[in-house]
């Protein structure tokens, strides 16, 4: 199921950019989406290859990766289960993962943060388990996200992308150094006080002065949003029908929009942002639009 896959580069027509493009890895699969296909890629292959049947996953009651791990073990004829952190909830992302087959254990906060000790606790017992951190974050799934920029044809001033781990960040770094290009890099830490996305950049790739990151466009913090970020998404999509997810996409698209206007990029420049999927999150937050 992970055969190669090419994902469109398609332009934008938003006013002052003349060369705003986006590749649409949200088209990838509605379940296994954007950048989480990507980092599964070589993950599920490398469970398979060391013959095992049963992943073991961690995420948040609203994960992307929860339910791409649960669609894509699925697929792959392997069982799942998540540790999912907090109490015991009902919604649309956990739906989707029962539908799909995996098992959820909810898990307090206090007890989730040691996940090797979760996984030993329950599985010790277990030859086939697997286990697999929270949002795919692995040295695998650096690999699949440089294949990013292998797919591409043409070559760009900037590449943008949000980051929750820094993973995907890391393995752009890593296609841009692999491929030799001059590209810069700008990454979008969703997260308040995002410089720890570099160190964690720097544990899979060398130092490059390629790499920018933009600390003031979380919103608040992780999933934390204003009225500001939901007319931004709304204006946004009805002027580009690009759907944007409130976590990652649609901080990326602010802070793209927001440079522009300071000067930082130029309207000219050939500029990148890469749509890592995620709409399923809009979901979560219906009730703010
Ligand atoms: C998980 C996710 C990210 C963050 O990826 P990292 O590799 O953890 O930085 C970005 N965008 C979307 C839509 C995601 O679901």
């Not at 792959?76 to 952190?85: I, N």
């Not at 090797?116 to 949002?135: Q, S």
């Not at 795919?136 to 590449?159: K, T």
């Not at 990151?213 to 992780?222: K, S, T």
Request: proline share 2%; charged share 20%.
């Amino acid at each position: 199921m992970f055969e190669n896959i090419y994902t469109p580069v398609q332009k934008l027509e938003i006013t002052p950019f003349n060369n705003l493009f986006v590749k649409r890895d949200d088209l990838i699969d509605p379940y296994i989406s954007g950048n989480k296909w990507r980092k599964l890629k070589y993950i599920l292959e490398k469970a398979k290859s060391h013959n095992k049947s049963h992943i073991i996953t961690f995420g948040g009651a609203y994960s992307n990766h929860l339910v791409a791990t649960a669609a894509a073990s699925a697929r792959l004829g392997l069982k799942s289960t998540a540790f999912v952190r907090g109490d015991e909830v009902k919604n649309e992302i956990l739906l989707l993962c029962k539908l799909f087959g995996m098992t959820l254990i909810f898990t307090d906060r206090e007890s989730y943060r040691d996940k090797e000790k979760l996984f030993n606790n329950h599985f010790h017992h277990e030859d086939n388990a697997y286990f697999v951190d929270e949002g795919g974050a692995s040295a695998e799934a650096v690999i699949g996200c440089a294949e990013i920029v292998d797919e591409l044809i043409d070559s760009y001033d900037h590449i943008f992308c949000a980051a929750g781990t820094g993973t995907t960040a890391a393995g752009l770094l890593k296609g841009i150094q692999k491929n030799g290009l001059k590209t810069k890099l700008h990454i979008i830490p969703v997260l308040k006080n995002g410089s720890f996305i570099n160190e964690e950049i720097l544990k899979y790739t060398p130092h490059s002065e390629n790499l920018v990151l933009h600390l003031n466009y979380h919103f608040g913090g992780y999933a934390k949003t204003t009225p500001e970020l939901f007319n931004f998404i709304k204006s946004f999509t009805a002027r580009t029908g690009l759907l944007l997810d409130p976590v990652y996409t649609a901080k990326m698209f602010y802070a793209i929009i927001d440079l522009q206007k300071q000067n930082i990029v130029n309207a000219n420049d050939k500029i990148l942002a890469i749509h890592t999927g995620g709409l399923l999150g809009i979901f979560g937050m219906k009730d703010k639009f």
